[in-house]
Structure formats: structure tokens, C-alpha cells
């Protein structure tokens, strides 16, 4: 029967990806596992060895581009246009204070959001951030480390996907300037208080609780 008060519903915004966002993605990656290598404990001289290099590679991987693109899909889900734009600066002189001093100190960039953002939008899109990290260190760090030899190269891989992601969670979950706990405690700060507890335990958990 014909309802002429039927209309049919809305499509989810789809997830798009221009050759621009990739380019991004990929510079900052490769930016900071070449960082990251030579601040891993891991490295002893000033030449990171290969696996010292996979699993930087796996730790920035999932730490960094899951964190970002959880922001951008919640963004884009939500009907605004959001990309990953690296930043050149920051990823030079991240490189160079890891050559120099052996010090992590990046900012790579940032998912870029355009549209009418609501307080209750900028919270969710800053929050999943943070929470795909913890997310991962905790299906890496909780079960896995049970279960794999602490002699092991698949240990140390594990171990460091685990400390570098829960390290992230926490540290974006800071509220100040444009850290993603900001945004989240602007929100809600009942959900901000519940996360940061978790990261915190979580994070020490996994630093003192394997070898």
C-alpha cells in the first residue's frame, strides 16, 4: 500500500580516504618508527637493529594510526568531513630530538574535522582515541603476556604494543590545550574520570607487573 508519508532512512555517512590523507598517514609513520627505534630500550648503539625497527613499525601502527583513524571515522559517521593532516615540523624535530637525545617527543599531527561539531560530538570523536589504545593494550598486555615466553622476540613485540598504547591513552587523555582529554572533560567528565582511571591502572599494571 502506498504511504505517502513513508521516507526511507537516512544512509550512514560513508568512511572515504583521499591519496592526500594516505601520503599523510604514511610520512608520519614512517617518521616515527624511525624515531621511536632509536629511543626503544631496545637499542643499544646508535643503529637500531631490524626487529628493534618491526616493532617500532607495530608499536607507531597501532598506536598512533588506530588512534587517529578512530577519530576520523566517529567524525565522518557523524556526517563532517575529517582527514589526517600531518605536521612537517613536528615530525622533523621529533626525529631529530630521538637522534640526539633519545627522547620521544612528537607531534605528528592531527585528524582535521570540518562541520557543525556539537560539545557532545567533540567528546565521543575524542574519546575513541584514547580508548582504541587502551583497548589494544589491553588485548595485547593482559592475555598475551600470560601466556608468551619473557625470552622471546614476541614477547618484546608484545610488551612494547602494549606500554606504547597504553603510554598514549594516558597522555592524550591530559586535560589541557588540544589533547583530546580536554574535549572529553569539556563533555563529560564522569566518563573522563572512569577513562583515566583505567589508563592510569592499566599502564601501570603493564610497566611493573611483567619483567
Known sequence: MYNPYYQPAPERPRIAYSRTEVLHLAAAVAVLTVAFSFVNPATRGFIPQPFTVFSSFVAVSSGFVLHELAHKVVAQRYGHWAEFRAHPLGLGLALAIAVLAKILFAAP???????????????????????????????????????????????????????????????????????????????????????????????????????
Do not use: C, H
Not at 565521543?124 to 593482559?142: D, Q, R, Y
Open 109 to 211: 599531527g592531527a585528524v582535521l574535522i570540518r562541520g557543525a561539531v556539537t560539545r557532545k560530538e567533540n567528546g565521543v570523536i575524542s574519546l575513541v582515541g584514547p580508548g582504541t589504545n587502551l583497548v589494544i593494550a589491553a588485548a595485547s598486555g593482559l592475555p598475551l603476556l600470560y601466556l608468551v615466553d619473557t625470552t622471546t622476540n614476541l614477547y618484546t613485540l608484545v610488551r612494547t604494543v602494549a606500554m606504547v598504547n597504553a603510554a598514549l591513552a594516558v597522555f592524550n587523555l591530559i586535560p589541557a590545550g588540544p589533547l583530546d582529554g580536554k574535549k572529553v572533560w569539556q563533555w563529560n567528565k564522569a566518563v573522563y574520570l572512569a577513562m583515566l582511571a583505567t589508563g592510569i591502572g592499566l599502564f601501570l599494571l603493564i610497566l611493573v607487573g611483567w619483567p
